[in-house]
């Protein structure tokens, strides 16, 4: 377990990072007793620095859902990280690479509730329920924590991968805003598209068999503290294809069928 000032200093680190654009060393090469919960310790902290300087929280994010992500990170559950208002970015817009640490591309169905959601028993009609609307969404990963240490090879563990935010840089939302009934968000699925050539094809249902098991997954996290998802917000459900690396130039579509199209370029 790390202590309070390890803590801080982990988040301090990530920060430092980000602004310089200069990703750090994996906290726990030099931490190898740092466990998962010591990762989202350090994210809070972060995340408070960031509100300190004017940042506002407007939605959470579900990582990790599909199960091959999981094997390949070797744990059995999901993981989560916070969404803040300077992370947002419009459907079509543009955005230079440079300004993110070894991004990358997922696509997601991201919900947005009408209802607040709390408690550790809740089921897919209860999230649906609690919905306002579903979009189409894009999330922009970044890397604050090298992914594979240039010196010594060591790749970073989960617990560094949630510290840093749960990889999270960046979500883009569709204009195409479904109720959540008026779809199979099983079989919802979407085409992506880089620079005009298929990258990745899924479904909905990869996310731990349906999207709202995301939420559900998040909010029996949060129940023991006391924490609720809060109406209004985005709430990502995980996405549903492996993530695609980015460089500047390139041009990203996705394209949900009847849940419209988002797009992202990178100058």
């Given at each position: 377990?790390?202590?309070?000032?390890?803590?801080?200093?982990?988040?301090?680190?990530?920060?430092?990072?980000?602004?310089?654009?200069?990703?750090?060393?994996?906290?726990?090469?030099?931490?190898?007793?740092?466990?998962?919960e010591?990762?989202?310790?350090?994210?809070?902290?972060?995340?408070?620095?960031?509100?300190?300087?004017?940042?506002?929280?407007?939605?959470?994010?579900?990582g990790?859902?599909?199960?091959?992500?999981?094997?390949?990170?070797?744990?059995?559950?999901?993981?989560?990280?916070?969404?803040?208002?300077?992370?947002?970015f419009?459907?079509?817009?543009?955005?230079?690479?440079?300004?993110?640490?070894?991004?990358?591309?997922?696509?997601?169905?991201?919900?947005?509730?009408?209802?607040?959601?709390?408690?550790?028993?809740?089921?897919?009609?209860?999230?649906?329920?609690?919905?306002?609307?579903?979009?189409?969404?894009?999330?922009?990963?970044?890397?604050?924590?090298?992914?594979?240490?240039?010196?010594?090879?060591?790749?970073?563990?989960?617990?560094?991968?949630?510290?840093?935010?749960?990889?999270?840089?960046?979500?883009?939302?569709?204009?195409?805003?479904?109720?959540?009934?008026?779809?199979?968000?099983?079989?919802?699925?979407?085409?992506?598209?880089?620079?005009?050539?298929?990258?990745?094809?899924?479904?909905?249902?990869?996310?731990?068999?349906?999207?709202?098991?995301?939420?559900?997954?998040?909010?029996?996290?949060?129940?023991p503290?006391?924490?609720?998802?809060?109406a209004?917000?985005?709430?990502?459900?995980?996405?549903?294809?492996?993530?695609?690396?980015?460089?500047?130039?390139?041009?990203?579509?996705?394209?949900?069928?009847?849940?419209?199209?988002?797009?992202?370029s990178?100058?």
């Amino acid at each position: 377990m790390l202590s309070i000032k390890q803590v801080k200093e982990s988040a301090r680190l990530h920060h430092e990072a980000e602004k310089a654009r200069i990703p750090m060393r994996a906290f726990s090469l030099k931490y190898q007793d740092m466990t998962i919960e010591d990762g989202y310790a350090v994210q809070a902290e972060w995340i408070k620095l960031k509100e300190a300087e004017g940042r506002k929280v407007i939605g959470r994010k579900v990582g990790l859902t599909s199960r091959a992500m999981q094997e390949a990170m070797k744990i059995n559950e999901p993981d989560f990280g916070t969404l803040l208002d300077d992370m947002l970015f419009e459907n079509g817009a543009t955005i230079p690479a440079a300004d993110f640490i070894d991004p990358r591309i997922e696509v997601e169905i991201t919900f947005v509730l009408k209802n607040d959601l709390f408690g550790d028993d809740l089921t897919v009609e209860d999230v649906l329920d609690a919905t306002d609307y579903v979009v189409p969404s894009l999330e922009l990963i970044a890397a604050r924590s090298h992914r594979i240490d240039p010196e010594t090879g060591y790749t970073r563990k989960v617990y560094d991968t949630i510290s840093d935010n749960a990889a999270n840089a960046g979500i883009i939302v569709g204009d195409t805003k479904l109720k959540p009934n008026d779809i199979d968000l099983r079989w919802a699925g979407a085409i992506l598209y880089r620079n005009g050539i298929v990258e990745e094809t899924g479904l909905g249902a990869g996310i731990l068999d349906h999207p709202a098991r995301g939420i559900i997954w998040l909010a029996k996290r949060f129940a023991p503290h006391g924490i609720k998802l809060d109406a209004g917000q985005y709430i990502m459900s995980g996405s549903f294809t492996r993530p695609i690396i980015v460089q500047a130039g390139d041009h990203f579509k996705a394209d949900f069928g009847p849940m419209g199209t988002v797009e992202l370029s990178f100058s």
